[in-house]
């Protein structure tokens, strides 16, 4: 089994985001902050912040965290969008109101929205790019294969299908209802991000195919992904690792589009 592991690729990116913050910084005066809006108590949305306020602090990005009810969101939205001093905002989701959410993300400013969340985005989506950057690394071919992409959430799976399609790269998507069986054991990369325990077992996998579990869901053991954890016990695939396949890297993503933003403001 080869493990495609984002934390090795992710220390390279790191080291390159440090390095053009303190040109930012030195050259420029420009300190990039990002601003996460946060509306859900929720103690996974928490951790989730951890992580970021833990990684802007490792690149000196600032990153400011506003606790606020989803009826003050947009008008905190647009205070934030008139705010020089920051480069990047996100809204943590889950909110309250999931029918509120394209209404609120919609009110981020397309140059600040760093989750590429927008129903026009300029930036790409910090997990598509995540996993572009994984294969990527592991100089993984995408010409020429069956890719498929499992699940059409806005997060993950929409925005990784239309990078794809975008570079020429032959795509099929799936859902839950779809056929999964007969299409993953046609596959020769498989992409799964519908947020469902085990959705993908581990015989429809055929011999030397590239499994990247993106899929985020919970059970009795906590956060859990969408493959099977049996498919991991075969020596014949290339494989994500439990832990520490595409999160760290969409850490960086996110980062990335932060410093692009700063950057630009040195343009103009």
Known sequence: MRILSGQDIADFVKERQVAQVRALRQAHKIVPK???IR????PVVDSYMKIKREYGADILVDVDVHTVGQADAVALIKTLNDDSSVHGIIVQLPIPDPGKTVEILDAVAVQKDVD???SHPVHDAPTPTAILWLLAGYNIELRGKNVLVIGKGRLVGAPLTRMLQASGINVVVAGRQ???PSL???ADIVVSAAGAPGLVHADWLKVGTVVVDAGVATDKNGL???IDPAARERNDLTITP???????LTVCALFDNVIRAAQKTVKK
Do not use: C, K, M, Y
């Open 34 to 36: 990002l601003a996460i």
């Open 242 to 248: 439990v832990r520490g396949g595409v999160g760290p």
């Open 184 to 186: 993953v054991r046609q």
């Open 39 to 42: 509306t859900n108590p929720a």
């Open 116 to 118: 590429g969340l927008h």
């Open 178 to 180: 779809s056929d999964l």
């Open 224 to 226: 859990v992904g969408d």
